[in-house]
């Protein structure tokens, strides 16, 4: 069964420091997501890409973060400058062409920041 | 804004109990609802679905049914396993590209 890949599993990190979170999507999905959730809080939705930009995003997605799909296969989260709030779970999800409600997530990588 | 409001975890059941875990929500518009399942070491997938009032979703074993009147969409099951036990996640979606919303989770340990 096709599936949604995410590096890393987990993650440490100074603050400060830049992170790279990686997504492979399922190869015929078009709308792809990012969500987190901070240890004991909701799953909070991050930004959603569609047709290579950003469809909407949080108010939590300030400046510091950006996605971007650089070679037309992993979809990526970045955060430029991390901080100790940044320590989540941050979870890819990718949905087909025909929008069912249906996401289909990765595993998560887990963000730990020092 | 729209938001989902799950039970409180972690829930503790004897195999073959019943399990009810209840979720509220409150939305602008006519939302579809959803429960995602998140067993251990894995991703959410979805467990079930419902996309207007009365609808009752079903998978596993489990249901939903779809109450506008109570803006509720509580999960049950009549007799759970031990390969039941998970984080329950209740979430909703306004319209069709609006992003899933969803609750705190809800972690359920079914024990032998």
């Known amino acids: 069964e096709p599936e949604v890949t995410q590096t890393p599993s987990h993650q440490v990190t100074q603050m400060g420091q830049e992170v790279i979170l990686r997504c492979v999507p399922i190869?015929?999905?078009?709308?792809f997501y990012w969500y987190r959730q901070i240890l004991g809080q909701k799953v909070e939705f991050l930004v959603s890409?569609?047709?290579?930009?950003?469809?909407?995003k949080s108010e939590i997605f300030d400046d510091q973060f950006s996605v971007e799909r650089p070679d037309g296969s992993n979809f990526t989260l970045k955060i430029r400058s991390t901080k100790l709030e940044d320590s989540a779970m941050y979870f890819c999800a990718t949905e087909d062409r025909v929008i069912t409600g249906e996401l289909f997530f990765g595993e998560g990588s887990r963000l730990t920041v020092l | 804004g729209d938001s989902v409001t799950q039970m409180e975890g972690p829930v503790t059941l004897s195999e073959e109990a019943f399990l009810t875990i209840n979720c509220t929500y409150t939305?602008?518009?006519?939302?579809?609802l959803f429960w995602y399942v998140q067993y251990p070491g894995e991703g959410l997938q979805l467990l079930l679905k419902a996309t207007k009032a009365d609808d009752k979703g079903s998978n596993k074993g489990f249901e939903a049914t779809y109450r506008k009147e109570t803006t509720s969409f509580h999960l049950e099951k009549g007799s759970v396993q031990v390969s039941d036990s998970a984080v329950y996640f209740c979430?909703?979606?306004?319209?069709?590209?609006?992003?899933?919303?969803f609750g705190k989770g809800t972690r359920l340990s079914v024990i032998a």
């Open positions: 979430a909703l979606r306004d319209s069709g590209n609006t992003p899933l919303v």
């Open positions: 190869s015929n999905h078009l709308y």
């Open positions: 890409f569609y047709n290579n930009e950003i469809s909407e």
């Open positions: 939305a602008t518009g006519y939302p579809s």
